[in-house]
């Protein structure tokens, strides 16, 4: 024999047993879900470090010019002695030294180098005047070398010293060139300025 409030007792048991079920499966979800997020949070890492060193440049220099204290005379039987005061016919030199300096592995620089010389006269009123001032240069090479303007020098001539020589003429034989009014003239040179720029156009470059 059944009993009315008992079939109803057992059908609420029922309902709190599904509900307990639900629940538990839907908390053991949650910590299923939550177990994954944290195990997606957890991973191994390794480091690495390199030092990459250092780069050192090189340079290009040229000191200033040393210069011969006195003229001498560049041609005839006085050659190499003193000049003291020319007269027309007279040819006169003079020498300075420059020392390069050309460090860098694949390094070129081209040389600019006036060929000719201006100069100041005084007493500025002088008309018949005439001097001629030629500049030459040599590098003490192994085999010393003649330079010329735009000649191309390398880290291979680091150290190597370039000599300027100076050859100043006063031309003879014409009343019209080197008259009476250059009685007394002095001749002032205008300063020799020798450039070094680095010319990479040389074919020297590996990374042209």
Not at 201 to 207: E, F, L, Y
Request: hydrophobic fraction near 35%; aromatic fraction near 6%; glycine fraction near 12%.
């Amino acid at each position: 024999m059944s009993l009315p409030w008992g079939k109803a007792l057992i059908k609420g048991w029922e309902n709190r047993m599904k509900k307990s079920t639900k629940g538990a499966l839907a908390a053991g979800a949650a910590g299923v879900l939550l177990m994954g997020g944290a195990g997606s949070l957890a991973y191994w890492t390794a480091t690495g470090t390199a030092n990459g060193g250092s780069i050192t440049s090189g340079s290009l220099s040229l000191t200033n010019g040393t210069c011969d204290s006195t003229w001498k005379y560049a041609s005839g039987t006085a050659a190499g002695t003193t000049a003291s005061l020319i007269v027309p016919g007279d040819s006169i030199t003079k020498s300075c030294t420059f020392t390069v300096g050309a460090t860098g592995d694949h390094l070129t620089a081209k040389l600019t180098a006036p060929a000719t010389l201006a100069y100041t006269k005084t007493p500025a009123g002088a008309t018949s005047d005439s001097l001629t001032v030629a500049s030459t240069y040599t590098i003490n090479r192994a085999t010393p070398a003649a330079l010329v303007n735009g000649d191309v020098l390398t880290s291979a001539d680091n150290g190597k010293v370039i000599t300027a020589k100076f050859v100043v003429t006063m031309p003879y034989g014409s009343t019209t060139v080197n008259a009476n009014d250059t009685q007394g003239l002095t001749a002032t040179l205008n300063q020799l300025t020798v450039n070094l720029t680095q010319d990479q156009s040389s074919g020297n470059n590996p990374n042209a």
